[in-house]
């Protein structure tokens, strides 16, 4: 087990050595951002779901979400590295090759909050006025860190993976999707993978040291996650639908704002929970450490984040 724990994570180094990247030689080049592009694509902005919008006012809301995902990964990211270095001091005198790996990703995560910050800049240098986020990286990661680590690695490995998923849509929705966004995700995901790789191997080590007392308070740590990330996930629709409007000149009453509303919190569910948690390799993981009942309590806390459902919502004011 041990050696096979090893061999894997000398497969990370060699990757995360390999595919190593420069922000600023690899990724940004020189670019800015031109309004004529999406974001996001539409997979994951589900901005085509808004069928009452304009051309313009879809791309526009990819944009809006595409500065808003720039946002949000620095608040993950965070949390993701502090919570990686920790474990890592179970290695400190172990395996020094899982030392090096957690180094490196601790690094390379590093590096992406310098990424997304300089794409948060570069998005408000060309986008209207009035934009707002408000949520504080260290305000996230407090409270994230105030949970059991088990709960905290499965929470990452979901974000980990979902970043996967997140450039898989970008190849398939890659018409009119902005040459910058669309490396940000290439470049983004290289790293990433080795990341999820990482996180599922410190999750089964961690799940090894559990009662079944402690695995089920962390099964409750991990719900209370969950719900702690869609409670942001609100808060940042709300915002966003705001800025969005106003912009835009539409009324905040009515059933369309309503909809811009419920399309926002709807997007960003999927694209920040749902888009990881369906992937079978989360399930996969999930589903070999935990009982039948703990999986049954986590869907229960899913659901309702699965089966929004905006798109009804838009047919009904069209
Ligand atoms: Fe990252
Ligand atoms: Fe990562």
Known sequence: MQSTDTARYARC????????????????????????????????????????????????????????????????????????????????????????????????????????????????????????????????????????????????????????????????????????????FLFHWKEESQHAILDELEWQREDAKLSATERDAAVDDLIALVGGVDGILQTQAQADARYFLDTIGMAPEGARAAAVRAGLLKAYRWQYIVSGVSDPRFQKVLSGMITEAQLQRIQQALTPLMHAAPARQAEMVA
Request: proline share 2%; aromatic share 12%; hydrophobic share 40%.
């Open 13 to 184: 180094i060699e990757a995360s050595k390999r595919i190593r990247w420069d922000i600023d030689r690899d990724v940004i080049r020189g670019r800015s951002f031109d309004l004529t592009h999406n974001f996001l694509p539409d997979e994951l902005s589900l901005a085509h779901e808004l069928d009452f919008l304009s051309a313009d006012q879809q791309r526009f809301m990819s944009q809006v979400q595409g500065r808003t995902y720039a946002n949000i990964f620095g608040l993950v990211e965070r949390f993701i590295n502090a919570k990686m270095l920790e474990v890592s001091r179970d290695h400190w005198f172990g395996d020094q090759v899982a030392l090096e790996a957690l180094i490196r990703f601790s690094d390379e995560e590093i590096k992406h909050q310098e990424l997304f910050r300089r794409i948060e800049r570069l998005a408000g240098e060309r986008m209207p006025e009035g934009y707002r986020f408000d949520i504080q990286p260290n305000d996230v990661a407090h409270f994230v860190l105030g949970k059991s680590t088990w709960a905290v690695l499965a929470l990452t490995c979901d974000i980990e993976l979902f970043t996967q998923a997140h450039y898989r849509a970008s190849i398939a929705g890659a018409e009119g999707l902005s040459d910058l966004y669309k490396d940000v």
